[in-house]
């Protein structure tokens, strides 16, 4: 187990009432579900239309679980942005 930062953005950090929080998981996965199960309602919708990066670099497509997170590490949770 690692211990990091979440960090929201936009509408992630309105659902989720806070811009960011510790986190304790092996990977992203794991991560998110302490986040779904802390933060019941909106935010777990909102996670669904977020991209993320992890340690400034983009997961993407990758399984959430197979996204190893890093002790010190930080995950930022970006929702889909409008404009340029």
Excluded at 6 to 35: C, F, Q, S
């Amino acid at each position: 187990m690692a211990a990091g930062t979440i960090r929201y953005w936009a509408a992630a950090k309105a659902a989720a009432g806070v811009a960011e929080e510790p986190y304790t998981a092996g990977n992203l996965a794991e991560a998110l579900d302490a986040v779904r199960a802390n933060h019941p309602g909106e935010l777990s919708q909102v996670l669904l239309r977020c991209s993320f990066l992890v340690d400034g670099d983009p997961v993407g497509t990758r399984s959430h679980e197979t996204v190893r997170l890093a002790e010190g590490g930080t995950v930022e949770v970006l929702p889909p942005f409008a404009g340029g």
